[in-house]
């Protein structure tokens, strides 16, 4: 996630670590100035028990974000994330990330003109549970909603060196629906509850529960946070136009 970028000072080091300072930083402009994707992590929270639909993304073979599965050769991830050359796999279905649930390679990178959203269409058809995507109803201010991600659980250290094995979440409170992802589109801002996102949970879903139906659905893609308090998730509610033109979901 493009929250802080806090990676910045490891911009030689990896492309992976930047992604996980994009987390970070709430203003977009703080991980603007990292080359390569961003993503962020949980820190707090609990390990998640329930999540067939989540993918995890390794660029060139290194950890580097989250993302979902949200159609049979369809991931949805941040922008950010996916911003740089490389080879991009996903390891979907597992809560472990290193081992378990199916391996795919991005053979297309689709990215949105203009918000912290990106589609990758992958080399075979993945059967399983895909993330079903909200409607603006979805999600409102004032509604506890979760958060996922494999991103870092520490600020004392590089990110890179403490990101999740296991898939983590944590309970928010949304603050706004109009807030500001990390390009400037139109994002859902949360405070913390008992965690909040990070460098590595780049990428990853925000699901709330739906008052209309009772039902869950993902409503956000982790795209900035200050690693402390705060994180802004793209309204994937307000896109979904753009996602249906490419996935037909």
């Known amino acids: 996630m493009r929250f802080t970028r806090a990676l910045s000072a490891v ?24 080359a390569g994707g961003i993503e962020p992590y949980i820190i707090g929270g609990g390990t998640a028990s329930d999540a067939p639909w989540a993918a995890r993304l390794f660029r060139n073979g290194q950890q580097n974000c989250s993302a979902t599965i949200i159609a049979p050769q369809w ?24 081992t378990g649930g ?3 390679t991005a053979t297309q990178i689709i990215q949105h003109p203009s918000v912290d959203l990106a589609l990758a269409r992958l080399d075979r058809s993945v059967s399983g549970t895909y993330a079903p995507l909200g409607t603006t109803t979805a999600v409102a201010v004032g509604q506890t909603v979760q958060l996922y991600g494999w991103g870092a659980t520490c600020t004392n250290q590089p990110e890179i060196n403490c990101q ?27 405070s913390r509850i008992d965690g909040i996102a990070a460098g590595g949970d780049s990428g990853g879903p925000m699901f709330a529960t739906s008052p209309v139906d009772g039902r869950r659905y993902q409503v956000g893609v982790a795209s900035t946070s200050d690693r402390s308090s705060r994180s802004n998730y793209t309204a994937v509610t ?11 979901v």
């Not at 080879?87 to 979907?92: L, S």
């Not at 999740?164 to 949360?190: M, P, Q």
Request: charged fraction near 15%; include cysteine.
């Open 238 to 248: 307000r896109y979904r136009d753009w996602i249906r033109s490419y996935a037909g």
């Open 75 to 98: 991931v949805l991830t941040a922008q950010h994330c996916v911003a740089s050359s490389g080879t991009y796999t996903f390891r979907i279905g597992s809560l472990d990330q290193t």
């Open 164 to 190: 999740a094995r296991y898939l983590k979440y944590a309970n928010t409170r949304v603050t706004s629906v109009n807030g500001r992802d990390y390009r400037g589109g139109i994002a859902i801002s949360v």
């Open 102 to 104: 199916t391996l795919a």
């Open 11 to 34: 911009v030689g080091a990896t492309t992976a670590l930047l992604s996980a300072f994009a987390l970070t930083a709430l203003a977009p402009t703080a991980s603007a100035q990292e």
